[in-house]
C-alpha cells in the first residue's frame, strides 16, 4: 500500500472526518434508534483513517482506471493473438 494523497489533502481529510464524527455522535445520543447515524459515523471514520494513512482507495482505483484507458489498443490485441494465435 502506497501513499497516494498529499500531507494537505490528508489533513483536510482528518479535520473533515472528526468533525462529522462528533456531530453525529451528538446526534446519535439524541436518537439512538436511527440506524443511519451509525452508518455516516463509519463513513466518517473511514475518512479519518485515510488521512491518517495517506491512502485513499478511491483515488487508487481512478488511477489504475486512467492507466488502463492510456495503454495502446495495438499493444492489448499484441499480447491476446500471443495467448492465443490463431
Do not use: H
Not at 463509519?42 to 488521512?51: F, N, Y
Amino acid at each position: 500500500m502506497k501513499q497516494n494523497i498529499g500531507i494537505l489533502n490528508s489533513m483536510i481529510r482528518i479535520v473533515c472526518g472528526l468533525t462529522m464524527l462528533a456531530m453525529l455522535t451528538a446526534k446519535y445520543t439524541r436518537r439512538p434508534y436511527r440506524g443511519s447515524y451509525v452508518f455516516m459515523m463509519i463513513l466518517a471514520s473511514m475518512k479519518v483513517a485515510e488521512g491518517i494513512l495517506r491512502y485513499c482507495p478511491v483515488t487508487d482505483m481512478i488511477k489504475q482506471g486512467s492507466e488502463l484507458k492510456d495503454m495502446d489498443l495495438d499493444d492489448i490485441s499484441k499480447e491476446g493473438s500471443a495467448i492465443n494465435p490463431s
